[in-house]
């Protein structure tokens, strides 16, 4: 047979192997030698290039020869779009070893240390609340939101309407009053307990936006949490506010 060489840079043709039963269609330059050639063919098949023996086979699949000068050029070959190029493996593998995932050795990481890292799919999805996080964050909102509304109604029902108090809210001297309504409101979720001040210490009259939960005067009502009242023995105390 005579060997030509074609013009052609590039050539479509068909890969096959002695290691798996399927073929795969690729480009390739007509300037590669076959040594650069089988390097390439190492990502296709499998085999190792050193390992490697090539048939090439026309369009028909007929035989055409072997591929066995390192240093020729694949274009120096009759090799044409359509050509098929056999590559028979003598590593030693099996038909089909490179095509059984099963025998793959696989990287696993436990679910701890993948929870650990910043850059990967699930810590995006939780820092943007997506898919199924949001749903979760979701529910652990509306736990905590149940939880804070069991534990407020427990201190409220502790504070008996009418009782004395002193309110000491963080960052805010303590004032004293008289427990006028523990309940529920619409301004805001939660129970609160309605205090009228000793002295105009307030922000209201008892009301919050046009709703009334008791009588007192302006400045001298206001509504504060449970957890910052306490019930006891105080004393009204002068502070000299209302000659102001």
Not at 11 to 39: D, P
Request: charged share 30%; glycine share 8%; with cysteine.
């Amino acid at each position: 047979m005579e060997v030509t060489g074609l013009s052609a840079p590039t050539v479509n043709i068909f890969i096959s192997s002695s290691l798996n039963s399927f073929r795969s269609q690729k480009r390739y330059s007509r300037s590669l030698t076959i040594a650069e050639f089988k390097c390439k063919l190492q990502l296709v098949v499998g085999s190792p290039a050193s390992c490697m023996e090539l048939e090439l086979y026309g369009p028909d699949d007929k035989f055409y020869s072997k591929l066995d000068q390192e240093d020729a050029l694949l274009g120096s070959y009759p090799v044409d779009d359509g050509c098929r190029i056999h590559v028979i493996d003598h590593s030693g593998a099996r038909l089909g070893e490179y095509e059984d995932m099963s025998k793959v050795e696989k990287y696993e990481i436990s679910q701890e240390a993948y929870d650990q890292r910043q850059n990967s799919v699930r810590s995006f999805l939780k820092r943007n609340k997506l898919g199924r996080y949001s749903e979760e964050e979701r529910a652990q909102q509306e736990a905590e939101s149940s939880q804070r509304l069991t534990e407020e109604e427990a201190q409220a029902s502790a504070i008996p309407v009418g009782s004395r108090c002193e309110v000491q809210a963080p960052g805010q001297p303590p004032r004293r009053g008289t427990v006028m309504y523990v309940g529920l409101t619409d301004f805001k979720p939660g129970y609160w307990i309605g205090v009228r001040y000793d002295e105009p210490l307030g922000k209201n009259d008892g009301s919050v936006n046009g709703k009334r939960y008791f009588e007192c005067q302006a400045k001298y009502g206001a509504f504060v949490k449970p957890s910052v009242v306490t019930v006891g023995d105080f004393p009204e105390e002068d502070y000299g506010l209302d000659e102001m």
